[in-house]
C-alpha cells in the first residue's frame, strides 16, 4: 500500500486567493459586509410572536384538589410562536429560557421560578421557523409557594429570558 504525505492546510487569507473572500465593488460578503447590516437582519421583531399562558387546572377548585392529593400542583405552560415569514434566531446568555411568577391581588409574588433554579452558564440559541412554537411547560407544587394559596385571583406573568418584550399574563382563580 502506497503511503501519502500529509499536507498541513492554513486556511488564512495569506495562504489563498484573494478573489475567494473579497468580492469586490457593493457586493454583500460575510468577510467584508457591513457588521450593522448583519445586525439589522439577525434582529429579532417581538411584534412577530404571539405568547400565551395556559394555568391548568383553572379555575382551581382548593378543597377538593387538598382532599385528592396531600400536594397539589399548578401546571403553567408558557408558548411563543412565529408568525412572521422569517426565521428568527433567538439567544440567550445561559440555559435559562422562561421565568414566570405568581402573584396575589396584591402584587406581591409568591412564586418566581428563576428563584429555585441554577441555570447553567452556557450560552444558548433557538432557531423558530416561520409558524413554529417554542413551548415550556412547569409544574409548582403548593409546598413551594411562599404563602398558602386562598381563594381568590392571582395573576401569572411569563416572560422570555432575554427577551422581556415577549411575555404573557394569566389569572389564576382559586375556589374554596
Known amino acids: 500500500m502506497a503511503r501519502l504525505a ?11 486567493p484573494r478573489s475567494s ?7 454583500f460578503s460575510i ?5 450593522k447590516r448583519i445586525q439589522r437582519a439577525n434582529a ?11 394555568l391548568s387546572p ?22 411563543v410562536h412565529n408568525h412572521g415569514k422569517k426565521t428568527y434566531t433567538l439567544s440567550f446568555p445561559t440555559a435559562q429560557r422562561w421565568d414566570f411568577r405568581i402573584k396575589t391581588a396584591a402584587g406581591e409574588p409568591i412564586y418566581v421560578y428563576s428563584d429555585n ?9 433557538s432557531m423558530v421557523n416561520h409558524d413554529d412554537k ?18 381568590g ?11 422581556p418584550e415577549m411575555k404573557a399574563k394569566a389569572e389564576l382563580v382559586v375556589q374554596p
Open 6 to 16: 500529509a499536507i498541513d492546510v492554513d486556511p488564512s487569507k495569506t495562504t489563498i
Open 21 to 27: 473572500f473579497d468580492t469586490g465593488g457593493n457586493r
Open 31 to 35: 468577510f467584508n459586509g457591513d457588521p
Open 44 to 54: 429579532v421583531d417581538p411584534a412577530m410572536f404571539d405568547c400565551a399562558l395556559v
Open 58 to 79: 383553572n379555575p382551581l377548585p382548593l378543597a377538593s384538589l387538598k382532599a385528592a392529593t396531600p400536594n397539589p400542583v399548578i401546571k403553567l405552560t408558557f408558548s
Open 117 to 125: 433554579c441554577d441555570f447553567e452558564q452556557k450560552v444558548g440559541i
Open 134 to 151: 417554542l413551548s415550556y411547560s412547569e409544574v409548582v407544587e403548593f409546598n413551594d409557594l411562599s404563602a398558602p394559596l386562598v381563594p
Open 153 to 163: 385571583t392571582y395573576t401569572v406573568e411569563a416572560v422570555l429570558a432575554n427577551y
